[in-house]
């Protein structure tokens, strides 16, 4: 058991959309993901979705209205809830969900990773 340093990991990946994994614990997987641009609209039909933003600014895009997160802050998408994240300048997220879900949830296309990458 050793502490993690997030910024140190996060200086181990520059490509955007990809997560990595730094941890898990009961089931949920502790991912680090740089952001720049727009995702696509999706959603998971089984599994919440938890956003923290660690650096920059993020834009959540829900169909009834879009959600602003700035550094520090972090926002749950409840299982069902089709959403589009969006970063107009790069964005460094923490991400906490099952193992099992895709990052693009139901959509699968060039964006989707299927397999985590540990770090």
Same mark, same amino acid.
């Given at each position: 058991?050793?502490?993690? !340093?997030?910024? %140190?990991? #996060?200086?181990?990946? !520059? %490509?955007?959309?990809?997560?990595?994994?730094?941890?898990?614990?009961? +089931?949920?997987?502790?991912?680090?993901?740089?952001?720049? +641009? $727009?995702?696509?609209?999706?959603?998971?039909?089984? $599994?919440? &979705?938890?956003?923290?933003?660690?650096?920059?600014?993020?834009?959540?895009?829900?169909?009834?209205?879009?959600?602003?997160?700035? %550094?520090?802050? =972090? =926002?749950?998408?409840?299982?069902?809830?089709?959403?589009?994240? *969006?970063?107009?300048?790069?964005?460094? *997220?923490?991400? =906490? %969900?099952? +193992?099992?879900? #895709?990052?693009? +949830?139901?959509?699968?296309?060039?964006?989707?990773?299927? &397999?985590?990458?540990?770090?």
């Amino acid at each position: 058991m050793i502490p993690v !340093d997030i910024k %140190e990991k #996060l200086g181990q990946f !520059d %490509e955007y959309w990809s997560p990595k994994s730094v941890g898990e614990l009961n +089931g949920q997987l502790v991912k680090l993901a740089k952001l720049k +641009g $727009e995702f696509v609209w999706h959603h998971h039909a089984s $599994e919440d &979705e938890l956003f923290m933003v660690i650096q920059g600014k993020l834009t959540i895009k829900l169909r009834e209205r879009d959600v602003q997160l700035q %550094e520090g802050q =972090f =926002f749950i998408i409840p299982k069902g809830v089709e959403h589009m994240p *969006v970063a107009l300048e790069e964005c460094h *997220v923490m991400l =906490f %969900e099952p +193992g099992s879900v #895709l990052n693009t +949830g139901n959509i699968v296309n060039e964006k989707t990773v299927r &397999e985590i990458e540990k770090i």
